[in-house]
């Protein structure tokens, strides 16, 4: 069986190597890919992530089984749409059902319409009338731009004057293209929180639970990032808790899309915050997140390809995982200078051929340059460590990256590190 895999980072690294390791996959094929997943004998293909008719005619060509969508700029553009209408079977939500990632005012109403939780919230298209209401709030305040804004669309006001200057900067600036609705909502405090659904035509599955850590410096400082490190599962997600989001949150969410009719197919990314009142959705993503898959990969089984193979053909299944003690950790080596100007080239090499068993690496921002592995990009790579507790993961990666100084590249030194004090609290 031949499977494909669409986009090129870390977040594809992981799940195009996984899928490697189920026998029932022949070749594992990567468009475009990065040259750092070629010695796990994934295949990059030199088609780009736009070039959906080339990729559909290759996957034809090639009698590809199926095809697993990683970003969500792919999903906006309907390429899960297209595959399907060509006959081709493809693991990823339709151009509609995206918007649950797509159009955050998209998802807001639909999280009210059917009584989820979530924060309080308004959406506005004008800009005075969305000023006129936040002259009568109480602060800090959320104030989201409705479609995609790479990462940065999302600013806490802390007062009337922050609030004001966002909503200018998102309905008449265009700071963030071209946004057609702002959505203002009531700010929540507590613990945040991924959950990874996977759903089929007929069920659904859901995964360990996951946090990102989203600042670019430690102590979660500086600016917001893709994401800079990540660890599964969350030891403050109690069996009870997993369960409520599931009957509470993601179930109610599918249903309702069903109801809508937009049935939702694909991977379903929760962010969620544990509030005083409970889990609340932040935001869905309509793909799985990077950097967490990299470590959420290294948990489960290595039948991973048949379980989506299973989902696509609507056959009962089940996830595995390798077991159920383990966690895993991942921090992002970063280039210098992300997310803003990144500094590239640095020679990944001797990282690399140094790496020990207990570690992991997923390649990112890199490329080949005289033969030698560099970076190009703002994360370069993650190295992840899986073991029976998150403080001897944290170890493990931590022991190996403070080992190998690489030139003009930083990472964070406390990935995991708070729910490594409350693990050890609870001892
Ligand atoms: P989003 O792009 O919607 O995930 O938002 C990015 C980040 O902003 C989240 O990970 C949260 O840390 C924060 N955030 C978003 N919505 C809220 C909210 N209603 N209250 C507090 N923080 C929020
Ligand atoms: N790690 C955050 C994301 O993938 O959106």
């Not at 969500?72 to 390429?79: D, Q, R, S, T, V």
């Not at 170890?395 to 409350?422: C, E, M, N």
């Amino acid at each position: 069986m031949k499977i494909l895999v669409i986009g090129s980072g870390g977040r594809e690294h992981a799940l195009a190597r996984k899928f490697m390791k189920d026998p029932m996959v022949t070749e594992v094929y990567c468009a475009p890919g990065n040259p750092g997943m070629v010695s796990d004998g994934i295949k990059c293909l030199d088609i780009s992530i736009q070039e959906i008719e080339d990729l559909i005619a290759w996957a034809q060509k090639n009698k590809i089984a199926w095809t697993f969508v990683g970003p969500e700029e792919a999903l906006f553009n309907g390429i899960v749409d297209q595959f399907r209408q060509a006959g081709l079977k493809v693991f990823g939500p339709s151009q509609e059902a995206a918007q649950l990632e797509s159009s955050k005012k998209f998802a807001k109403e639909l999280l009210l319409q059917n009584q989820i939780p979530t924060a309080e919230f308004k959406s506005f298209n004008q800009l005075d009338q969305a000023i006129s209401y936040l002259e009568k709030q109480s602060f800090p305040l959320v104030i989201k731009a409705d479609g995609p804004a790479a990462g940065k669309g999302v600013i806490i006001a802390k007062d009337f004057e922050e609030g004001q200057k966002a909503l200018q900067e998102i309905l008449s600036d265009h700071r963030f293209g071209d946004q057609a609705a702002v959505v203002i909502e009531e700010c929540l405090t507590g613990p945040e929180f991924s959950f990874f659904s996977l759903v089929g035509a007929g069920q659904t599955l859901h995964l360990p639970t996951a946090q990102d850590h989203k600042r670019a410096y430690d102590h979660d400082l500086g600016p917001n990032t893709g994401g800079m490190g990540a660890y599964a599962p969350v030891p403050f997600v109690s069996d009870s808790l997993y369960q409520e989001v599931i009957e509470t949150i993601v179930k109610p969410t599918l249903e309702a899309m069903i109801k809508a009719g937009i049935p939702y197919t694909g991977v379903l990314y929760t962010g969620l915050m544990l509030t005083e009142d409970g889990p609340k959705v932040i935001e869905f993503n309509t793909r799985f997140g990077d950097p967490e898959t990299q470590v959420l990969m290294e948990l489960v089984a290595d039948d991973f390809a048949q379980v989506i193979g299973n989902l696509l053909a609507n056959k009962p299944t089940q996830i595995h995982l390798k077991s159920d003690q383990a966690s895993a950790l991942g921090v992002v080596l970063a280039a210098e200078g992300y997310p803003n100007q990144a500094i590239q080239g640095s020679v990944l090499d001797s990282l690399v051929s140094s790496k020990p068993d207990s570690v992991q690496l997923l390649m990112a921002g890199v490329t080949d340059k005289d033969q030698s592995l560099v970076s190009q990009g703002g994360r370069i790579l993650m190295a992840v460590s899986t073991a029976d507790d998150l403080s001897q993961a944290y170890h493990d990666v931590y022991t190996y990256l403070d080992s190998h100084p690489v030139a003009h590249t930083f990472y964070r030194h406390d990935i995991g590190a708070q729910a490594i004090v409350k693990e050890e609290i609870a001892q």
